[in-house]
């Protein structure tokens, strides 16, 4: 089965063709960083104008890429929530329209989901049961999977997301958004140790997250910085980098470790754009070999948002038979534990 997916939920559109049995074909991504970067964060009516531009080129780049012709594709899945509302709107009635003119069904996916099941993009997959961390710009979760739909929350972010944390941080140390990966790169210069910062919430019981504090000391230590000496310095900026990193770092791991122990499993699966951090990758492959278990990710490129996680879930689904039904539905925010569950795994 053919699966063109789409993703345009954010500032990314994605664009992915899958075939259940010769996988991934082709996939086409276009990030609209430089059309937000001025404004310090993504502009949801800017978002929404791009993905119009960019979504049926990318589609002709995934088709020409893969050598198959649009009447090949069995079926359209898209974005369906959560995200911003416009910006699914657009991929939604694309892929509607497509999927009519086509005479395919489409499928609406769960963006989180597809950030779930990337890593089954891989060689190397897990198997089910296995714990998911979720870490993204718009949410962190800790989430026991049985199988593809089969979802119970174990503990959220009881505030900022781990990936808002990073970008409020960075605009904080005046690094462009989106600021994860500025964080990381200038983190690798910053003074171990100069700057202790809270592990929140590691020393009460549960698996709930909470980054506002830790944006909070950020905040307090950049003014201390200051008053002592005017700006912030370059080293000043890294040595902060680098605290806020391990500590979010830190308190991912010992979460992670706490979730696997508390439901008896060995396999954590990491997924969302936090999780293309390499010391965060590094920090808990190490800590959770010391507990024999095992931890997956998807590739750099399918950590942040992409159109072949979107393509792979909706596929998985509608080998099982599900399909939309009619008329254009999107789902700004939209519960994990509320979608069906899937029987069949290809
Ligand atoms: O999954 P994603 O692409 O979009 C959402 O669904 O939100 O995640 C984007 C988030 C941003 O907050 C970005 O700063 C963060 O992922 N991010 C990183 C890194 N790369 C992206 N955070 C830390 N380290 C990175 N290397
Ligand atoms: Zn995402």
């Given at each position: ?26 996939h086409a991504l276009f990030s609209q960083v430089d059309i937000h970067v001025e404004y310090g964060g993504v502009v949801p009516e800017l978002a929404s104008r791009d993905h119009v531009r960019k979504t049926l ?267 939309d039904s009619e008329g254009v539905r999107v789902r700004p925010r939209w519960p994990m534990e509320e979608l069906p569950p899937v029987a069949v795994v290809a």
């Amino acid at each position: 089965m053919l699966i063109l997916g789409l993703e345009t939920s954010c500032d990314e559109t994605g664009v992915a063709l899958y075939h259940t049995e010769r996988g991934l074909l082709a996939h086409a991504l276009f990030s609209q960083v430089d059309i937000h970067v001025e404004y310090g964060g993504v502009v949801p009516e800017l978002a929404s104008r791009d993905h119009v531009r960019k979504t049926l080129p990318l589609i002709d780049e995934v088709l020409q890429e893969a050598n198959v012709l649009a009447g090949d594709v069995e079926g359209v899945a898209y974005t369906a929530g959560p995200g911003l509302v416009g910006a699914l709107m657009v991929g939604a009635t694309l892929a509607k329209a497509l999927a009519w003119g086509w005479g395919v069904p489409a499928l609406g996916v769960h963006h989180m989901e597809g950030h779930l099941l990337a890593p089954m993009l891989e060689d190397e997959r897990p198997d089910f049961p296995f714990i998911a961390l979720l870490v993204s710009g718009g949410h962190t979760q800790l989430v026991r999977v049985d199988a593809i739909g089969r979802y119970r929350l174990l503990g959220e972010s009881l505030d900022d997301a781990a990936g808002e944390a990073f970008d409020k941080t960075a605009k904080m140390l005046g690094l462009p958004y989106p600021g994860g990966p500025h964080i990381a790169r200038i983190a690798q210069q910053g003074q171990a140790g100069r700057f202790d910062f809270p592990r929140p919430m590691v020393n009460r019981p549960g698996l709930d997250f909470s980054f506002s504090g830790l944006k909070t000391h950020t905040l307090n230590t950049v003014d201390a910085c200051r008053s002592a000496g005017g700006e912030l310095s370059e080293q000043d900026k890294c040595d902060i980098a680098r605290a806020f990193e391990d500590a979010v770092v830190a308190t991912l791991v010992i979460k992670c470790r706490r979730a696997l122990e508390q439901e008896n499993l060995k396999t954590l699966v990491m997924a969302g754009g936090v999780s293309a951090n390499a010391n965060l990758r590094t920090a808990l492959k190490k800590a959770l070999a010391r507990q024999r278990a095992r931890v997956f990710y998807p590739a750099p490129v399918f950590c942040t948002d992409n159109g072949a996680m979107i393509a792979y879930a909706g596929a998985q689904r509608m080998l099982a038979g599900q399909v939309d039904s009619e008329g254009v539905r999107v789902r700004p925010r939209w519960p994990m534990e509320e979608l069906p569950p899937v029987a069949v795994v290809a």
